[in-house]
C-alpha cells in the first residue's frame, strides 16, 4: 500500500511563505505528475479548486491568481513534489491536497490523495 504524505501547513502571517511537500510512502513508486489543490472553509471536497499542476516533462501550469506566487517543484530522488507560496494573503486559508499519479517500478499508475494539510493566514 502506497500513501502520499503532506507536510509544510502552518500559520503564517500575510506576505509570508510556506513550502509544502507531498511524499510517496514507499521508495519504489515515483511520482509522474501532480496537481495542488485547496479546500476553503465551509467547501467540500467537490469543491476543491486546482491551484497548480505540474507534469512528466516538466510542464506547469498556474491559475491566474497565483501565477507568480506559487511554485510547483519535484525532487524524483526524495519522490516529492513542492509547492512553494510566497506572498500568501488571507483568503488563501484553506486545507491544500496534493493529488499525484504514482507508479512502481513497472507497474500500472494511479492517482492517489494526500491526507491534506491546513494553511492559516493571518492578517
Known amino acids: 500500500q502506497v500513501q502520499l504524505v503532506e507536510s509544510g501547513g502552518g500559520l503564517v502571517q500575510a506576505g509570508g511563505s510556506l513550502r509544502l511537500s507531498c511524499a510517496a510512502s514507499?521508495?519504489?513508486?515515483?511520482?509522474?505528475?501532480v496537481g495542488w489543490y485547496r479546500q476553503a472553509p465551509g467547501k467540500q471536497r467537490e469543491q476543491r479548486e486546482v491551484?497548480?499542476?505540474?507534469?512528466?516533462?516538466?510542464?506547469?501550469y498556474y491559475i491566474d491568481s497565483v501565477k507568480g506566487r506559487f511554485t510547483v517543484s519535484r525532487d524524483n530522488a526524495k519522490k516529492t513534489v513542492y509547492l512553494q507560496m510566497n506572498s500568501l494573503e488571507p483568503e488563501y486559508t484553506a486545507v491544500y491536497y496534493c493529488?499525484?499519479?504514482?507508479?512502481?517500478?513497472?507497474?500500472?499508475?494511479?492517482?492517489?490523495w494526500g491526507q491534506g494539510t491546513q494553511v492559516t493566514v493571518s492578517s
Open positions: 514507499r521508495s519504489d513508486f515515483s511520482i509522474n505528475a
Open positions: 491551484l497548480a499542476t505540474l507534469i512528466s516533462d516538466g510542464t506547469t
Open positions: 493529488n499525484a499519479m504514482l507508479q512502481r517500478t513497472w507497474g500500472t499508475p494511479a492517482w492517489y
